[in-house]
């Protein structure tokens, strides 16, 4: 398993431990949260940076990038729902862009084994939802804003992406 996939694996390893650290009360939990969900950010920079720049884009790369960010962000934005840090329809926004883009995912894979790359739109909603759900996880109520940029990026995000699918699906 080459650097670009340990990186990958380590976020989606990092998700319990995120968990636990969120939901049990103890000072500055909510900080250190923030900063393990920061750390989970920049492994996703930064194993996309390492796999292209030397050369480990791999396979199990290309799908276990995006199922690491889909369990990411749906935890994420789950846990700070049920905190009532967020409203619930953030949490609705997100969870389902992810599960359309999954689903579109898993058809097209299993219909043409031809992954679909993430657009710019893909790309600035989840820089976007990272920031975002940092903000709230450490409160930082000025950068709480980048949601009204995070929700409509999402949106088109999942319409792109869903466009993209169809395209892809009907001229293979």
Not at 49 to 70: C, E, F, H, M, W
Not at 95 to 113: D, M, P, Q, T
């Amino acid at each position: 398993m080459n650097m670009a996939n340990r990186l990958t694996l380590s976020r989606i390893l990092i998700i319990p431990i995120f968990l636990y650290i969120f939901f049990v009360q103890f000072k500055y939990h909510l900080l250190i949260a923030g900063v393990i969900f920061f750390l989970s950010g920049l492994t996703d920079l930064f194993d996309g940076y390492i796999a292209r720049t030397y050369n480990q884009v791999s396979n199990l790369g290309k799908l276990l990038d995006p199922l690491a960010d889909k369990l990411t962000m749906v935890t994420v934005f789950t846990a700070l729902a049920i905190n009532q840090l967020i409203p619930i329809g953030i949490l609705l926004v997100v969870v389902c862009r992810e599960i359309i883009i999954l689903s579109g995912a898993i058809f097209v894979y299993l219909n043409k084994a031809d992954i679909i790359n993430p657009s710019k739109f893909g790309k600035y909603a989840t820089l976007f939802l990272y920031i975002t759900a940092f903000s709230y996880i450490v409160r930082w109520e000025f950068f709480q804003y980048f949601v009204f940029l995070a929700i409509p990026l999402t949106i088109i995000s999942g319409i792109d992406y869903c466009i993209k699918a169809y395209n892809t699906f009907i001229n293979g």
